[in-house]
Nanobody, 120 residues
Framework: QVQLVESGGGLVQSGGSLRLSCVAS????????MGWYRQAPGKQRELVAQITSAGTTKYVDSVKGRFTISGDNARNTVVLQMDSLKPEDTAIYYC??????????????WGQGTQVTVSS
């Protein structure tokens, strides 16, 4: 079993910044990839950014150049730095990890979600 603890959401004005952190704990061999999804009211959950254990990153087009994802494999941590925030970034953000088990097999885990609200 893996537990994900998220932190860093909140309310910010348009143009501001927030930093989301997610720490995974439990029976972990490897987390690959790790990432962040978001879901706005009335919309489907979408991948915002993800990072592999090799450091390869991927971003949804709408956040490229504004958001930066980073990961620490040793600490099982993934961070999303969000700059130049826009009202359309308002959503619940969910940490996501793809677990590779010590004893073999894989599983996906999600955090409880953290609210990000950007006011205009």
């Amino acid at each position: 079993q893996v537990q994900l603890v998220e932190s860093g959401g909140g309310l910010v004005q348009s143009g501001g910044s927030l930093r989301l952190s997610c720490v995974a704990s439990g029976n972990i061999f490897s987390l690959n990839p790790m990432g962040w999804y978001r879901q706005a009211p009335g919309k489907q959950r979408e991948l915002v950014a993800q990072i592999t254990s090799a450091g390869t990153t991927k971003y949804v087009d709408s956040v490229k150049g504004r958001f930066t994802i980073s990961g620490d494999n040793a600490r099982n941590t993934v961070v999303l730095q969000m700059d130049s925030l826009k009202p359309e970034d308002t959503a619940i953000y969910y940490c996501y990890v793809h677990l590779i088990r010590v004893v073999g097999g894989t599983a996906d885990y999600w955090g409880q979600g953290t609210q990000v609200t950007v006011s205009s």
